[in-house]
């Protein structure tokens, strides 16, 4: 399956999704006039499991891998100024290529080391995790974090294309997958009514990583990533939504330091807070907020937080860059599958969410790993 996601100054790129599509590697680059050098940008793990077969691909070019430790740590200025050391030592030149192969850390890297090397290299994202398929590597969004805040440092870069195969998800760890749930649920939440039904229904058939189920997934999240940025790649307006459950997730990852909890989780324990705020303010119905909840315990992405300290979230979230004034923006649904900016929050009203879901005990699902 092909898409097309539109951007202006003629820099739309395709999202190819098929299983085995890794295979085609080699000819669509062809297909791209992409010829140059190349610098594939993966981290241990990811390089360790597929890197022989993305090599194997590859081998009418130059190719020269680098390769960062795995996790968020990993999407810093340091790895930034690793792989622009390589890339001038080894002769990058406007006609050499930058592949991201790994999730969303290594997409965001290697997009940005991508997006400021002469000016910007060709880029080609191959995402290996849910997160990353299903949501990161469409957009155009790249970045490395700060000490102050996640994604600080970054800007908006388009892949020249995206490949997503279905099939490198299978060495997944179940906890990679829970969390790229997470991301994935939202889109439900914010845009598809039937999504979230589909969910509901059929969420352990999901979590059994489900072929047929799979695809059907990704298709609806690519559907709607790509709708939602060909009408605001900049987030002025409408992308703002991709937000939901991001303002307080991304202070809780910044609260446990970017190492207790993967995105995903935390932005499922940020879903869950603006669900119960949105109850809370009557907006949204009691029963569907349940249902978001069950969906949540039975994927398996509300990974236990360990003790926080509440005033360590507040802070972080005095660094959101959503923030006006004294009130906060948050993203609430106004029914399921639609959702709303809301810019009149109080403090007292998170504290009681973040109240609501430091007391909640998720089940034992499955082990750490
Ligand atoms: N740019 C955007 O629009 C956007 C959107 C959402 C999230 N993000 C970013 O994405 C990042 C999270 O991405 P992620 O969840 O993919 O994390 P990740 O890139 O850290 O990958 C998760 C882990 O899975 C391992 N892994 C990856 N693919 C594998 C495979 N096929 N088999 C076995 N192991 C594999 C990795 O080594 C890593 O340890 C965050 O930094 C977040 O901010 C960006
Ligand atoms: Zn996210």
């Known amino acids: 399956m092909e898409f097309t996601c539109k951007s202006f100054q003629n820099r739309s790129y395709k999202i190819y999704l098929e299983r085995d599509v890794l295979e085609q590697l080699d000819s669509i680059l062809q297909s791209h006039q992409l010829t140059g050098s190349i ?23 130059t190719v020269y891998p680098i390769i960062v430790p795995p996790g968020e740590p990993s999407k810093s200025l340091k790895n930034w100024n690793k792989i622009q050391d390589t890339l001038s030592d080894k002769g ?5 290529v930058v592949i991201a192969f790994g999730g969303g850390v290594i997409g965001d890297l290697a997009g940005f080391a991508a997006s400021t090397y002469m000016r910007g290299l060709a880029f080609i994202q191959i995402p290996t995790t849910l997160l990353s398929q299903s949501d990161s590597s469409i957009g155009a969004k790249v970045a490395v974090n700060h ?12 892949p020249r294309f995206v490949l997503t195969d279905p099939s490198l998800l299978t060495t997944l760890p179940k906890r990679e997958f829970a969390a790229g749930l997470g991301e994935a649920i939202k889109y439900g939440v914010i845009a598809d009514l039937e999504l ?24 609806r999240c690519i559907a709607i990533k790509i709708k939602v940025v060909e009408e605001d790649e900049r987030e002025t307006g409408l992308r703002k ?3 939901f459950g991001h303002t307080i997730g991304h202070a809780l990852e910044q609260a446990t330091n970017f190492s207790r909890l993967r995105h995903g989780e935390a932005v499922a324990w940020g879903m869950l807070a603006a669900g119960w705020l949105a109850v809370e303010r ?13 969906i949540l315990f039975r994927a398996g992405c509300l990974f236990p937080m360990g003790k926080l300290n509440p005033k360590k979230v507040f802070d972080a979230l005095k660094h959101d860059k959503k923030k006006t004034g004294d009130t906060l923006n948050f993203i609430l649904p106004e029914r399921t599958g639609k959702v709303t900016i809301v810019s009149d929050i109080k403090k007292e009203e998170v504290a009681k969410a973040l109240r609501f879901i430091f007391q909640l005990k998720p089940p034992k699902l499955r082990s750490a790993k």
């Open 39 to 61: 610098f594939v940008v993966s981290d241990q793990t990811v390089f360790r499991i597929h890197g022989k077969k993305l090599l194997k691909h590859l081998k009418n070019y």
């Open 92 to 96: 990058a030149d406007r006609r050499s």
């Open 147 to 158: 000490t102050k805040a996640k994604n600080l440092i970054g800007s908006f870069y388009q």
């Open 196 to 219: 979230f039904e589909t969910l509901y229904e059929n969420m352990e058939m999901i979590t059994a990583r489900n072929h047929g189920l799979l695809t059907r997934l990704l298709t």
């Open 241 to 243: 939504i991709l937000n």
């Open 282 to 294: 009557r907006m949204w119905d009691t029963g569907e907020f349940e249902k978001l909840k069950s």
